[in-house]
């Protein structure tokens, strides 16, 4: 029976070792097709194998000074790196010494080590997985930066509805009638930092691949509806859709959007 255990030992590791393998040759053939510079903010989503999204880890990577900066679950940390294709260091990393709870401080001291053992950087369309040699350290994924300057427009159109919402940092902009007059009101942090949250996971370069879910705005069903974005100066648009019935990667967007002025008057 103990020879049997060992032996189920040795079998278990080498299959976890050999699934690490595989996940890595995987990456390294997808990753000739994506991007090669780090840029941005990035939010951590697996530690060592472990889920830890709910904790919202994130590294912020400044491609021109080298510099890093990002919150680890606890404390602010903050440090320097260096990039020359798949290979990639960090140095100097420093933080902010607040004592926060053990799972926290605990998980702090995983991400800092995890990014001073780190030698391999793999990229993918989402964002990053960090390695040290062909173990797995971390993943992370590409969020909308805070400092990017992004406004939305949505719009509807039928022979009975007319609806044009703009929505930016400072203000939102809705206008509800093609012959009344458009109402336009501050924009809150709190409402700002929740649409932008809703952002993270939307690659709104591909919206316009978008395919609406349903039809009903071809036989006057619903209004026609369309939601443009305009990030950094390029204006990124959608298909038509069935307002009130967007495809699922905006849909929660599209729904704040349309909370927000559902009642501006």
């Known amino acids: 029976m103990k020879y049997f255990l060992i032996l189920l030992s040795i079998v278990s590791m080498r299959t976890c070792m050999d699934q690490s393998k595989r996940q890595l040759m995987l990456d390294l053939e997808s990753n000739s097709l994506n991007m090669k510079d780090i840029n941005g903010l990035y939010k951590v989503i697996k530690l060592n194998h472990e889920d830890i999204s709910s904790f919202n880890i994130n590294i912020n990577f400044d491609k021109k000074t080298q510099k890093i900066s990002g919150f680890s679950g606890c404390n602010k940390f903050f440090g320097s790196y260096s990039q020359l294709k798949n290979k990639l260091s960090f140095s100097e990393i420093g933080s902010t010494k607040m004592l926060c709870n053990e799972e926290k401080n605990n998980l702090e ?27 797995l ?20 159109f039928s022979r009975n ?30 409402q700002w930092d929740k649409v932008l949250k809703l952002c993270n ?28 974005v305009t990030l950094d100066g390029k204006i990124y648009e959608t298909s038509a859709f069935d307002h009130g019935d967007p495809h699922p990667d905006i849909a929660n967007l599209v729904k704040e959007i349309l909370s927000l002025a559902q009642n501006i008057e």
């Open 137 to 156: 350290l971390l993943i992370g994924k590409k969020e909308q930066s805070m400092a990017q300057d992004i406004s939305f427009e949505y719009s509807a």
């Open 161 to 190: 509805v007319y609806n044009v919402i703009k929505l930016n940092k400072k203000s939102i902009y809705v206008q509800k009638d093609k012959k009344s007059k458009a109402f336009n009101t501050t924009c809150s942090k709190e």
């Open 201 to 228: 996971d939307i690659d709104f370069k591909n919206i316009s691949n978008l395919k609406a879910p349903t039809q009903k705005r071809l036989y006057d069903g619903a209004a026609i509806a369309k939601l443009k």
């Open 109 to 135: 001291n995983l991400l800092l080590k995890a990014l001073k053992k780190a030698n391999l950087i793999l990229f993918n369309d989402k964002g990053f997985s960090l390695y040290q040699n062909k173990k």
